[in-house]
Nanobody
């Protein structure tokens, strides 16, 4: 079983930056590809970004390409989401999650507790 601890998020003005972190622990945690998802009020869950277990491969939603960067510290099994040039439409609760693989953008195995990101205009 994998446990996660998320941190980061908060309130920022449009054009600003935030960074989210997700520490995954447990015997099998390091073998998972991982990703970030978000859910805005009244909307369905949306895939944001994914990274392979070794950090070598990434995948992004078109809506965040060029603005968000996913990275992974394999020594500490921490996944980060650096969010730059934030827009009001990025406002959502962000979740880290396990994935079967980077190209399969469906949560698998575990799901974080969520971090609120609010972008004011």
């Amino acid at each position: 079983q994998v446990q996660t601890v998320q941190s980061g998020g908060g309130l920022v003005q449009a054009g600003g930056s935030l960074r989210l972190s997700c520490i995954a622990s447990g015997r099998t945690a390091t073998s998972y590809d991982m990703g970030w998802f978000r859910r805005a009020p009244g909307k369905e869950r949306e895939f944001v970004a994914a990274i392979s277990w070794n950090g070598g491969t990434t995948n992004y939603a078109d809506s965040v390409k060029g603005r968000f960067t996913i990275s992974r510290d394999t020594a500490n099994n921490t996944v980060y989401l650096q969010m730059n040039n934030l827009k009001p439409e990025d406002t959502a609760v962000y979740y880290c999650a396990g994935l079967r693989e980077v190209s399969d953008v469906r949560p698998f195995g575990f799901w974080g507790q969520g971090s609120q990101v609010t972008v004011s205009s």
